[in-house]
Structure formats: C-alpha cells, structure tokens
C-alpha cells in the first residue's frame, strides 16, 4: 500500500509567525501536488512540484520537493489568518500522473 | 458561476436505502474524476472518466458503488444499499484534459443513519 504520511497533525500559531508542514512517503512520486481546502469547499490546487529538489514560491509559500522525490515541505512565511485551512500534500506514482493519491492533511489554525 | 457544481449538498437517508449523487462539470472538461472523503482524512480517489468512458474506476470500494457519464459531462454517481460506513464527503472534480489541473466542487455531504 502505497502512503502519504503528513506531519504535523495540528498545528495552532499567531499571526505573523512562519510553519513548515511535511509530507513523507516511503515510495517515489513522479508528481507532487499541495492542495489547500477550507470547511465546506473542495481542495484548491497551490502548487505541482515534479523535479527532484525543485522548489517553488507562491508569494508567502515556498514548496520544496526532495531530491530523492520521496518527501516534500511547505513553508508559510508571515502567517496570516487567511492561511488558515486544511493542507493536503497528493503524490503520483504512476507515469502517467493521473491518479493522485491524498495524505490526511495537515490542519493549520492563524490566530490573530 | 462556471465552477464544478454537485448536488445536493447534503443527503441524510437510511441504511439499506439507493442514492445518487450529481456533478455537473466546468464547461468543456473531458476529464471527470469523483473522491471520497471521510472526517480527519484527505480524499481517496474513486473513479475517473475520461469523455463517456470509466478510465480508472480501481477506487470503488465494492459493487454497490457505480458511477455513469453518458454524455461526457455531468456525472451520477450511485451507491446502493447503502451503509453507515459509507458516511463521507463525495467530491467531484473535473480537468480540460488528463493530467491537467483538477477543478474540485463543494462535495456532497452523505449520512447514512
């Protein structure tokens, strides 16, 4: 069975600090996805990430795939209260990229 | 709006009961793609289609589960006898071609009591 493990579970910070949240699998993704969804709505794709040691920005978010393209990291400088939601990593193993599979989420909170 | 759509948006019904549940597609999407997903997880992936036809449906979880596109556009997805197990958000999703961006809906919140 192929797993996506994402850490931390929770995680609860001020507005203004910076978090770096972790998706790991034992297996090789071909793609990697970040996704984030909020209470009552769909996932909304952040960023795909598909070159070993890629790393990309989005504004306050920088992605980093692993060289070995097991694991992935998402860091949020500046936390705002609009961050706030569900972070789900997706990997593909397959060629073919199509079928992702979703690790549990990383669930962030912003307080202001 | 020119989103996915899914409908309803909840759904209690009965344990043994047949529901369906509906997406309606972005406008010119080929790919169609349903999850499901249970409190405190990420989505687990279904079946996809692929124009009318089923290209992946590995996700089901038996035969009560089944899930039709017979125009290439809205899909229906269909769960017989149902079961308290079954309780989840049933997100829909839908990309211009495979592998391209997918468009997620608001999902169908199902109870099963």
């Known amino acids: 069975t192929q797993l996506l493990e994402q850490s931390p579970q929770f995680l609860s910070i001020q507005e203004g600090e910076n978090l770096t949240v972790y998706c790991n699998s034992s297996s090789v993704f071909s793609s990697l996805q970040w996704y984030r969804q909020e209470p009552g709505e769909g996932p909304v794709l952040l960023v795909t990430v598909v070159t070993g040691g890629e790393v990309k920005k989005l504004k306050r978010l920088t992605f980093q795939f692993g060289d070995a393209r097991k694991d992935s990291s998402l860091h949020i400088t500046a936390a705002q209260t609009g961050d706030t939601g569900l972070y789900l990593c997706a990997g593909a193993w397959d060629n073919y990229g199509q079928n992702f599979v979703f690790g549990p989420g990383t669930r962030l909170s912003v307080l202001p | 709006g020119a989103g996915v759509s899914q409908t309803p948006s909840n759904k209690v019904t009965e344990k043994g009961k047949y529901v369906e549940l509906r997406c309606d597609p972005i406008?010119?999407?080929?790919?169609l793609y349903w999850y499901r997903q249970s409190l405190g997880q990420g989505p687990e992936f279904l079946i996809y289609f692929q124009g009318t036809g089923a290209a992946d449906d590995s996700g089901l979880p038996n035969d009560r589960f089944f899930a039709v596109r017979p125009e290439g556009s809205v899909s229906t997805l269909k769960i017989q006898r149902t079961e308290r197990g079954d309780s989840a958000v049933y997100l829909c999703a839908s990309s211009l071609l495979l592998r391209d961006t997918q468009y997620f809906g608001p999902g169908t919140r199902l109870t099963v009591l």
């Open positions: 406008s010119g999407h080929t790919a």
